[in-house]
């Protein structure tokens, strides 16, 4: 195996063995990636899942931290901000189009946050709970928010007492945890007839990544898994569902620019601006922070969503793949 420097983009390489793979949950055929830091990468040549070896999360400290990062732009500082951030974001835009949301609903999310799509979803009329690894967007779900239903909990201890539900999301979780099928069984078994299990996982396909622009972020430990809507849907089929769909996410104009504009050099100092520049590049942060590019990029990202039929055509992709799994009505 010849190795690949951890900063640059990992072509899959001819060459197979064997591995557990943690979708076909058996040894199969897998075909080596590259390396990452201590990290292999794999592909089962099945459901082409990527995934890592050893198969090792961050751990809830790791976690902490990017919450606390300011760069990150993870916390709004309002309810307006939170409510604002949601309805932008395709994945959010993409799951409320999707699923319908009235008064009564219980809806818990998995990987909440700093709950920021729990308010939305309880402005709606939603009965909404959350869980998290990080204590600390806990704590400001909380304290911020003033969301009750929401704990913190170890990966693969969710919790039973708050009984079943009609909704259960997890977006941008999978790529994080060691066991996706479990959490898919889990999901399955705290439904009630009917209800609708929305996941979404960054897209193993979208523009940065093909153009080699990777983040960090999108790295082990920090991403164990990487996924294509193959492996996306055979995941989901894991389960005896009635319905399976999955789809992608239109562009938005941040994504374009992180893919192409020129960015500051890594550093651990210096303004959020400069930090933030890293990921976006210099244009990209200051649309994101300023409010009179809002108006342009809001009607860029309307336009990159009339064209995304085109845009899939030619391969290009936005952030998120998104999968929804409905059960069946009957009782238990």
């Keep these: 195996m010849g190795r690949v420097a951890p900063d640059r983009e990992l072509q899959l390489r001819p060459g197979h063995g064997a591995?557990?793979?943690?979708?076909?949950?058996?040894?199969?055929?897998?075909?080596?990636?590259?390396?990452?830091?201590?990290?292999?990468?794999?592909?089962?040549a099945a459901c082409s899942v990527e995934f890592a070896s050893p198969l090792e999360p961050a751990g809830t400290v790791e976690y902490d931290k990017s919450y606390n990062r300011p760069a990150g732009g993870r916390r709004p500082r309002t309810v307006r901000e939170a409510l604002t951030r949601i309805r932008q974001a395709p994945r959010y835009k993409a799951f409320f189009n999707q699923v319908p949301i009235s008064p009564g609903v219980r809806l818990l999310d998995i990987g909440c946050g700093t709950g920021a799509f729990l308010v939305e979803a309880a402005r709606r009329g939603a009965d909404v709970y959350g869980v998290d690894l990080a204590a600390s967007a806990v704590s400001?779900?909380?304290?911020?928010?003033?969301?009750?239903?929401?704990?913190?909990?170890?990966?693969?201890?969710?919790?039973?007492?708050?009984?079943?539900?009609?909704?259960?999301?997890?977006?941008?979780?999978?790529?994080?945890?060691?066991?996706?099928?479990?959490?898919?069984?889990?999901?399955?078994?705290?439904?009630?007839?009917?209800?609708?299990?929305?996941?979404?996982?960054?897209?193993?396909?979208?523009?940065?990544?093909?153009?080699?622009?990777?983040?960090?972020?999108?790295?082990?430990?920090n991403?164990?898994?990487?996924?294509?809507?193959?492996?996306?849907?055979?995941?989901?089929?894991?389960?005896?569902?009635?319905?399976?769909?999955?789809?992608?996410?239109?562009?938005?104009?941040?994504?374009?620019?992180?893919?192409?504009?020129?960015?500051?050099?890594?550093?651990?100092?210096?303004?959020?601006?400069?930090?933030?520049?890293?990921?976006?590049?210099?244009?990209g942060s200051l649309i994101r922070r300023s409010q009179v590019p809002g108006m342009i990029r809001d009607a860029a990202n309307r336009l990159l969503w009339h064209a995304f039929p085109l845009c899939a055509r030619?391969?290009?992709?936005?952030?998120?793949?998104?999968?929804?799994?409905?059960?069946?009505?009957e009782t238990r």
Excluded at 31 to 42: A, N
Aim: with cysteine; hydrophobic share 40%.
């Design 19 to 44: 591995g557990l793979c943690p979708v076909c949950s058996r040894e199969t055929e897998v075909v080596f990636g590259g390396i990452e830091g201590r990290y292999i990468m794999l592909r089962c």
């Design 140 to 221: 400001y779900a909380r304290t911020e928010f003033g969301l009750r239903n929401v704990a913190v909990v170890a990966e693969g201890q969710l919790p039973d007492e708050w009984g079943y539900f009609d909704v259960i999301t997890a977006f941008e979780v999978v790529e994080h945890i060691t066991s996706p099928r479990g959490l898919v069984a889990w999901g399955f078994e705290h439904l009630r007839p009917a209800g609708s299990f929305f996941i979404t996982v960054p897209d193993a396909e979208r523009l940065e990544v093909k153009v080699g622009r990777r983040p960090a972020g999108d790295r082990p430990p």
């Design 223 to 283: 991403h164990l898994t990487r996924w294509c809507p193959q492996a996306l849907e055979k995941l989901l089929w894991t389960q005896p569902w009635c319905e399976v769909r999955v789809s992608r996410t239109a562009l938005e104009l941040t994504e374009v620019l992180a893919a192409v504009a020129p960015r500051a050099p890594r550093t651990t100092k210096g303004t959020n601006m400069v930090r933030a520049s890293q990921h976006h590049g210099f244009v």
């Design 314 to 329: 030619v391969g290009v992709y936005g952030h998120s793949l998104v999968g929804q799994a409905v059960r069946s009505r």
